[in-house]
């Protein structure tokens, strides 16, 4: 029997014991998700996801408590990367902007990583059996490892500040879109998950009609606003990678 696919278009929209037994996809394309999928192609050992700046910090100061506890010996080289608001955090290595993670900044360092929406998306997630990363840059990888699987599927779309945001809603179209094609009789279990199959439809017909679409939404108005219009376009190109990020909830760690 094939497995059912509900999109959550917020996290606040579903109770963390709904993801017990399944696969959760997180969803910030704009642009948690993407700079993970990036940070990782270019060579950095794990991405730790933190809820806060000062969890952050805290993990980067040598001989903490926190960072005995994930395993983070005295010389490991670590950066500190992530934004609030869309900008950089003050004493912070890195932006959110995936292409500043270069194999000549993090290859074989540890990223400690916190964003305003999407490392909160994660944590809600973490009662699912299995947590994935999922972007535009791994669009079919993602599909492929969702065709391969029997557990529940749960497309958990970060959002905007709290609001449901169209870029993430558009990938999660995407996917389910996807998976149709692999596996036609697999149940679409909620009504959000139909709303995004069609937002995917009707914004996908070609690619002008795409890139619109990431630019008209929430948060790539957002970013347009701040100047990042680079980083919208970015993160709309499709398949540059072809692996899955994996976040190990023992270890707080993102790999692939």
């Known amino acids: 029997m094939p497995p059912n696919i509900n999109v959550h278009l917020l996290p606040v929209l579903f109770q963390p014991k709904e993801l017990l037994g399944g696969t959760a996809v997180i969803i910030d394309i704009l642009r948690a998700s993407t700079t993970i999928c990036h940070a990782l192609d270019a060579g950095a050992s794990r991405v730790i996801p933190c809820l806060t700046v000062e969890e952050a910090r805290e993990l980067s100061t040598v001989g903490s408590a926190v960072r005995t506890k994930l395993n983070l010996d005295a010389n490991e080289q ?12 003050e004493g912070f290595d890195l932006t959110n902007t995936p292409t500043e993670y270069t194999p000549e900044k993090v290859k ?27 972007a535009f840059v791994n669009l079919s990888a993602v599909i492929e490892c969702l065709t391969n ?26 996917v389910v879109a996807g998976l149709l094609k692999k596996k036609p009789n697999i149940e679409l279990e909620n009504d959000s998950t139909r709303l995004a199959l069609d937002f995917w439809r009707s914004n996908s017909q070609n690619e002008a009609q795409f890139r619109q679409a990431m630019l008209d ?34 270890s707080n760690a993102i790999t692939q």
Do not use: M, Y
């Not at 670590?78 to 955090?89: A, F, M, Q, S, W």
């Not at 980083?231 to 190990?248: M, S």
């Open 78 to 89: 670590v950066l500190l990367g992530g934004e609030r608001g869309g900008v950089k955090i």
């Open 108 to 134: 074989d360092k540890t990223v400690l990583f916190t964003t305003t929406n999407g490392t909160k998306a994660l944590h809600h997630s973490a009662q699912a059996e299995e947590v994935i990363i999922g």
């Open 149 to 174: 699987q029997n557990r529940p599927i749960h497309l958990v779309c970060a959002g905007t500040n709290g609001a449901i945001s169209g870029e993430d809603v558009l990938f999660a179209g995407a």
């Open 217 to 250: 939404s929430q948060g790539g108005r957002n970013l347009q606003k701040l100047g990042l219009t680079a980083d919208i376009e970015r993160a709309g190109d499709r398949d540059l990678f072809d692996f899955v990020p994996i976040w190990n909830k023992q």
